[in-house]
């Protein structure tokens, strides 16, 4: 049908996010307005990242962020142009950044209901080759009363809403605001991002295993006993495959449509692991249990977490429910 060549009715993310508020008497357009700054950040970056190469972008800009790494300039833009797009929604109180050691608190003259946690660029080490990079975030509301770290440092189950944005071969955005998680793709002509991908529901079982296994020799005996079965499963099962960029955005999100499992487990080295708890594995952990997946920190649910610290780390196994079984079931015989 030459109809179906050109939608016209075109599902935008501003419109699948009215259309859900729109459901809660409660709503007053906030969460639409904080959003549509979130999205603005991520079309910047976007933009920014494809014309890395051209503009001179890439390289060190000669300062170190708060976890000791070498922040490259993609970093510092992202992350100035994300809290500048936040702060000037008026509907933040409380930001907490990768980037920046300190939580940012708002102006109370521009403060709002809500918090924001985000890694403004995620992936670093891939950016210079040009492999997919993304950003993360999640959002939390402030409770009445003086903005404080307790409104952020809350069990990610408290999320009001979480996503990631994915630079890649193309531009995706997949978010949940606890209904669901659901992708759209960025089309550039039109700047706008449009649903493609509408409630996504992780395979029950994946054929896929992702993770560092240069850390091999310093991990525990669950997470080797794990990778181990991947390869030499014993159950006469096909051995999965691997599958790891080292971004993490991109590695989630091959996990959210092909199924399979995440690991950046605990080792001698790093006993918490790498990631981050409120902007990493929280906002992946909501996205996965969205799509019916689950996500687990190696001693319980990722999203029962309390966290005591605004950068603090956490082991993360996220994935397939079934495949997800399989580890949680080693490390409780582990005891
Ligand atoms: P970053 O915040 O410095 O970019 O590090 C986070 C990244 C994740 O995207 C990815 O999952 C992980 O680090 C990869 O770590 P490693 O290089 O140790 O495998
Ligand atoms: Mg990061």
């Known amino acids: 049908h030459a109809a179906d060549a050109h939608r016209t009715d075109l599902m935008t993310l501003t419109r699948f996010v009215l259309n859900e508020q729109s459901k809660r008497p409660e709503s007053r357009g906030d969460f639409t307005i904080l959003l549509n700054h979130i999205v603005l950040g991520c079309k910047f970056v976007c933009s920014a990242v494809n014309k890395a190469g051209l503009a001179k972008l890439i390289g060190l800009a000669g300062e170190t962020n708060v976890q000791g790494e070498e922040q490259k300039k ?13 702060v000037s929604s008026g509907r933040t109180s409380i930001l907490v950044s990768e ?33 997919s990079i993304g950003t993360i975030f999640g959002i939390y509301v402030v409770k009445d009363g003086e903005p404080s770290l307790d409104d952020v440092l809350q069990p990610g189950k408290n999320m009001v809403a979480a996503g990631y944005c994915m630079y890649g071969s193309s531009c995706t955005l997949v978010i949940s605001t606890g209904s669901g998680a659901h992708g759209f793709t960025l089309d550039p002509s039109l700047g706008e991002f449009i649903l493609t991908h509408p409630d996504i529901q992780i395979p029950k079982k994946g054929k896929i295993y992702s993770v560092n296994e240069g850390n091999a020799k310093n991990w525990d005996g669950p997470t080797a006993k794990y990778v181990q079965k991947c390869k030499y499963p014993e159950d006469g099962s096909s051995p999965k495959s691997l599958r790891y960029i080292g971004s993490m955005v991109a590695d989630v999100h091959r996990t959210l449509l092909y199924g399979g499992i995440f690991l950046y487990p605990a080792d001698k080295k790093s006993p918490n692991g790498k990631l981050r708890v409120l902007y990493e594995v929280f906002p992946m952990s909501f996205l996965l249990e969205q799509a019916g997946g689950q996500s687990f920190t190696g001693k319980e649910r990722a999203l029962d977490l309390v966290p005591t610290k605004i950068h603090e780390r956490s082991p993360i196994f996220l994935g397939s429910y079934d495949d997800v079984e399989e ?9």
């Open 74 to 86: 993609l970093d510092v833009l992202s992350n100035e142009v994300f809290v500048k797009a936040l």
């Open 99 to 131: 980037e920046d050691e300190e939580a940012i608190f708002v102006e109370p003259k521009l403060r709002g209901k809500y918090c924001v946690v985000f890694d403004p660029l995620d992936g670093s080490s891939n950016i210079d080759c040009g492999v």
């Open 327 to 335: 580890i949680k079931a080693l490390y409780a015989a582990e005891g």
